[in-house]
DNA sequence: TCGATATTTCTAGGATTATTGAAATATGGA
DNA sequence: TCCATATTTCAATAATCCTAGAAATATCGA
């Protein structure tokens, strides 16, 4: 991932609302969701969500697509894995140190051995 | 890390001038680099890198101590490990598959099995 | 075609963030 | 103490971002 895209991931993540709808659709999976039923448990109003949506869009962390007359909007898993990746390896390029922990420790809940 | 702390990093990580900043200081290690060496490096007036220099402190980012007339500014690695667990538990909690090739694929060029 | 539903676009505003240069503060050495 | 160095703070401006509501667009069913 370059700098660029990076850079535009990092700010659509820096908006509680945006963080709070990308979390959601994470969750929801590849189905995705509609806009309005975002709107409704993200809790605001219709045009407010549609230009969060546009933002995560603009940012590759969403996808969108037409079911008749709604928009469903769903997480693109690679553009956050992408992130990820990208901040593992700026610090790690430099500092190896730095994610070995969080990759032996997190795992995903998974242990790696399994 | 608290979403309240992750929306502060993730805004930090937003701006050109800090990632750039921020990517010198992990490199640097935990020596870190004076407020004014990286202003030279980073190309830009000193009292704008000490703008962005409070900004990632106040994310949490990096720290600062002070040497002599320099100020001293180094890499928060747990931070940014907080960062890169925080997308990954994001993800994960709800997607395990999504992380699962980051970690296995990534593994900041060490082999997981070394 | 008409009306209802779902969403986006537009406009205007207020708020936050970024950049610049000048002035202020802190430190160390002569 | 005085001067030079290193950095921060301040004030003003420009740029960007967020929110809200009204109007526009798209789709469906009667």
């Known amino acids: 991932m370059e700098e660029h895209r990076a850079l535009a991931a990092f700010g659509a993540l820096s908006q509680e609302t945006r963080l709070r709808i990308l979390r959601m659709l994470v969750v929801a999976g590849p189905d995705g ?9 993200a809790d605001v109003s ?6 969060h949506l546009k933002e995560l869009e603009r940012a590759g962390l969403v996808a969108a697509r037409r079911d008749s007359r709604s ?41 790696l051995k399994a």
Not at 33 to 41: Q, S
Not at 46 to 51: C, E
Not at 79 to 108: H, K, N, Q, W, Y
């Open 33 to 41: 969701m509609a806009a309005g039923t975002i709107a409704d448990k």
């Open 46 to 51: 219709a045009s407010n969500v549609s230009f």
């Open 71 to 111: 928009m469903i909007y769903s997480a693109q898993y690679d553009a956050i894995r992408g992130i990820i990746r990208f901040l593992m390896e700026d610090c790690c390029s430099g500092r190896p140190e730095i994610c070995a922990p969080v990759i032996t420790a997190a795992a995903c809940g998974t242990p």
